[in-house]
């Protein structure tokens, strides 16, 4: 689906003053862009894996024996995101692929030693701060917060669907 057109006032560059709302959204949103950006750089740095490796690997360690397809659901991020970023983990030591003893069609994810020894000393990714901070929110900001975002996602005509993972650059990845 190609990007909506942009209304005339943001191509121009002029700041419509109607109402103080929406530049008090674009100070909000850029406080949290910026602090959850800091953080991801700073688990990089410490733990030399990313914000989104950090976060699927919680997600598999938390529930051993999920396929790549369930891991995906989970996150809600498409397959092909994940399995890009499962192997990076999976090269680097952190996770390993094996046949399901269930189903030998079916391939489960599990935690390598070295991956458990890494969420043992890592901090807490910014995706799990974020989605933490979400949960502890009333239900009514929740959703007027998901509707309001659901609204400027589509007034920019962006595909959320297509989203890579919070602070992963994927080569084959739609920019975003």
Known sequence: MPPRAVPATVRTGRIPTRSPEPLES?????????????SARAIAANTGVTNAQLFL???IGSDGGL???????????RQNTVSAVLRHLARDGWVQKSVSPTDARRVVLRLTPAGRRLLRRAPTAPTEQLLEALHSLDTRH??????????????????????????????NEPAS
């Open 26 to 38: 674009l100070r909000l949103l850029r406080s949290l862009i910026a602090s959850l950006s800091r």
């Open 57 to 59: 690997l919680r997600q």
């Open 67 to 77: 396929s790549v397809n369930q891991l995906a659901e989970k996150v809600q991020a």
């Open 142 to 171: 929740r959703r007027a917060l998901t509707e309001g975002l659901r609204a400027l996602v589509s007034e920019l005509g962006l595909e959320p669907d297509h989203a890579p993972l919070l602070f992963e650059d994927l080569p």
